[in-house]
């Protein structure tokens, strides 16, 4: 079993900037995506930023340019920076990671969720 814990959410003004993180603890031999999703109040969930372990990344058009995804292997943590926010980005942001444990099983977890506001 593997638990996330989400930081960093908050209320930001339109321009402005903020970090999330996600810190993963538990039976865990290595991660291989890890991964932001976002979803806001009436809409459908959807992909953020990705970063796979080789380093690889990818990004949601929306937020391409303005956010930057990292991970730290040796803290099993997936941060998110968050520049330029829009108040379109506001909405609930989950973590996800797809996690092998010392059994070498496989498995996809989520985030409890932590809220992002852009407003002025």
């Known amino acids: 079993q593997v638990n996330l814990v989400e930081s960093g959410g908050g209320l930001v003004q339109p321009g402005g900037s903020l970090g999330l993180s996600c810190v993963a603890s538990?039976?865990?031999?290595?991660?291989?995506?890890m991964s932001w999703y976002r979803r806001a109040p009436g809409k459908a969930r959807e992909l953020v930023a990705d970063?796979?372990?080789?380093?690889?990344?990818k990004y949601g058009d929306l937020v391409k340019g303005r956010f930057t995804i990292s991970r730290d292997d040796g803290k099993n943590t997936v941060f998110l920076q968050m520049n330029n926010l829009k108040p379109e980005d506001s909405a609930e942001y989950y973590c996800y990671v797809g996690v092998i444990s010392t059994t070498r099983s496989f498995d996809v977890y989520w985030g409890q969720g932590t809220q992002v506001t852009v407003s002025s």
């Open positions: 970063i796979r372990r080789d380093g690889r990344t």
């Open positions: 538990g039976d865990i031999a290595s991660i291989n995506e």
